[in-house]
């Protein structure tokens, strides 16, 4: 696990830094805050705030390369898991495609999600 549980001031520190990363590039506070929020999101909307996310082995897209990834998209319904951010669904969630991002919804929710290749938005029917 590269990240588990952040509390609030964690995810307060690392949004707020992202958004001044692009203040700095030049993007205004409201455009750099809505960019900020497809790769980090605001603190209190965060998975991680809640407990049910876990970042794995790398924060690096190349991670769905590797083996440790594969070894997830075959294994992971099976503890419960399921890829939170998947390339194609980058539209409904809203956020970018993120291979080490790995959300806890049990089992049988799980399975049923990848069996219907949906992203969690799709299986609660807010997408």
């Known amino acids: 696990t590269v990240s588990g549980y ?7 520190n690392n ?15 409201k455009d750099a805050a809505q960019a900020a929020a497809k ?4 603190p209190g909307t965060s998975e991680h705030n809640l407990g049910f996310a876990m ?9 769905e390369n590797t083996d440790e990834f594969k070894w997830l998209e075959k294994h992971a319904a099976d503890y419960g898991f399921i890829l939170r951010y998947p ?3 980058q539209d409904i ?7 080490w991002h790995w959300r806890y ?3 049988e929710n799980a399975k049923k999600i990848n069996a219907a290749h949906q992203c ?5 029917g807010k997408a």
């Open 6 to 12: 952040r509390s609030y001031s964690l995810q307060k």
């Open 105 to 107: 919804v049990g089992v």
């Open 93 to 99: 969630t809203e956020i970018i495609y993120e291979p």
């Open 120 to 124: 969690l938005e799709e299986f609660l």
């Open 15 to 29: 949004y707020e830094n992202k958004i001044s990363k692009y203040v700095n590039q030049g993007m205004t506070r």
């Open 55 to 63: 970042d794995i082995c790398s924060l690096e897209q190349s991670f």
């Open 39 to 42: 790769i980090i999101l605001p």
């Open 87 to 89: 390339k194609d669904k």
